[in-house]
């Protein structure tokens, strides 16, 4: 019970306080949804990959040697249920085209590992490598790997319904997700800490700084963002959000009880897991001016939702790994 509160005051209060301050300041016009889209572009950019870096090359070699079977079980569960989001809401909604489908995909289909993983995942297991890792891991999942995939997905729907417009690459989604800070800086910690050399002490301070804007600008943001938007509640958004509170946390959880990954590390994922809808679907959406409303509906019922399943599925993970 203590650790239940602890979750909740610790890692769930300090996220509603502050998305509530950037809400407030929305809707009083202090900031505006441009400015929650500036703000992102510094988190996304600099605080988030100076976060990921400066964390995971402090690592060794034996982590992440310990963290392959975490790599593959977060690639394939969340890629699963990224592909299933995407085939309920192609196949079982007429009215969605394959537009439609890959944005609820990107959206219902992808936790906000970028904007809330620290900010979640450090109160309740503390600040060290190993959350790191979680972070960069389930990031390169969702933006190297989920985003390309949604975006072909995307295009190759929206080629079909302007069978005169320009084709693009497949590859090119893939290249211009890797580009992005976010994904490259975690991948070169990870290079780093392979080939062995040392990181010197003296250079984490340089990092820490605009790392430790990361998470209160993030949320902070995500406040701003939910101002600025109509929400409408409908079935297709209350499906979404039971699919990203309750089917993702549940698969990674049972592939990681099934293949025996080890307890905190299956821990962290399932809470990563767990987190509300990606923000970057939201911000695919809008460029796109496809599922807009139903989307960003889905992703601030899920906001809303986390406050409850955050610390369900906490306690559900200790059950299951106390009986099994």
Known sequence: MSNMMHVILYAIVPIIVVMLAGYISGKRGAFTGEDAKKFNKVVLVYALPAALFVSIVQASREMLAKDIKLTLISLVGIMLCFMIVYWIFKYCFKKNTGADAAVSALISGSPTIGFLGFAVLEPIFGTNPSVALVVAIVGIVVNAVGIPVGLSLMNASLAKQNPGGKKQSAWKPVLHALAQPVAWAPILAVIW??????????????????KGANASLAVFSAGITLSAIKIQINWQAVLGSILKMVMMPAVVLILGMLFKMDPLNLKMLVVAAALPPAFSGIIIADEYDTYVATGTSSLTLSVILFVGFCPLWIWLTDMCLAHF
Request: no cysteine.
């Open 193 to 210: 800490v392979l080939v062995g050399i040392p990181w010197p002490d003296w250079a984490s301070p340089s990092f820490d700084l605009i």
